[in-house]
């Protein structure tokens, strides 16, 4: 079965500072999805990745595939006091298997000091 | 549109009784799921349904059942509570459809936070 591993656990980051989270997988990445999580709620999705080497921006936050469709990367620049909060990474089990739910990294802990 | 909606959102059980958690999604899509959040395991997924009747285990599917009442509704019902199964369950819907090699996004409902005492 496929895992997820995500790194940090956990990080404190000042205010307008520049951050990077990563979601590494034992087996190739089909689609590879990333959510936040604010505490005490759902999940927010924020991108979704498929193509080695695709790279996606919205906002201050970018999230880019590896070539080898293994590795992913969740990278905000400036942080600021709203990006607070968990972020999980989420990736679909085979080629195809989009409608056979996800497989989450367990999730990375972001806090942002003023 | 609502979304995806759960109820209900708070719910406390003693061990042994039965409850049955509710989800609906507006959106017309064709798979749902169920998955539960623990403190350091991260969302494992529960039961899913990749369309209407029909429905398949996941990760840890003990302990749970699920119907799928028709294209909107997916429901969870634990028939004996067991303090294991505090969590919080999340209910989620694509519009995926089993065999594409798209990938369509999960849209995840707020939640039903559960105690078993």
């Known amino acids: 079965s496929q895992e997820l591993e995500q790194s940090p656990q956990s990080l404190i980051v000042q205010e307008g500072k520049n951050l990077t989270i990563n979601c590494t997988s034992s087996?190739?990445?089909?689609?590879l999805y990333w959510y936040k999580q604010k505490y005490g709620e759902g999940l927010i999705f924020l991108m979704m990745?498929?193509?080695?080497?695709e790279e996606k921006s919205h906002e201050k936050i970018t999230a880019k595939l590896d070539e080898k469709k293994q590795q992913s990367s969740l990278h905000i620049t400036a942080s600021q006091p709203s990006h607070a909060g968990i972020y999980l990474c989420?990736?679909?089990?085979?080629?195809?298997?989009?409608?056979?739910?996800?497989?989450f990294g367990k999730g990375t802990h972001l806090i942002i000091q003023p | 549109n609502a979304g995806v909606t759960q109820t209900p959102k708070f719910q406390v059980l003693k061990t042994g009784q039965s409850m049955t958690l509710q989800c609906a999604q507006d959106?017309?899509?064709?798979?749902m799921y169920w998955y539960r959040q623990d403190p350091g395991m991260g969302l494992r997924l529960i039961y899913y349904?990749?369309?209407?009747?029909?429905?398949d285990k996941g990760e840890v599917p003990n302990g749970y059942n699920v119907s799928r009442l028709n294209k909107r509704e997916f429901s969870l019902r634990l028939e004996s509570a067991a303090p294991s199964q505090t969590s919080v369950y999340f209910c989620?819907?694509?519009?995926?459809?089993?065999?594409?090699?798209?990938?369509?996004?999960?849209?995840f409902g707020p939640g039903t936070r559960l105690t078993v005492l």
């Open positions: 989620a819907s694509s519009e995926q459809i089993r065999g594409l090699s798209s990938t369509d996004t999960q849209y």
């Open positions: 087996k190739t990445l089909y689609g």
């Open positions: 990745l498929q193509k080695g080497g």
């Open positions: 989420g990736a679909v089990p085979y080629s195809g298997g989009g409608a056979d739910g996800l497989t």
């Open positions: 959106m017309n899509h064709n798979s």
């Open positions: 349904s990749a369309s209407e009747g029909t429905t």
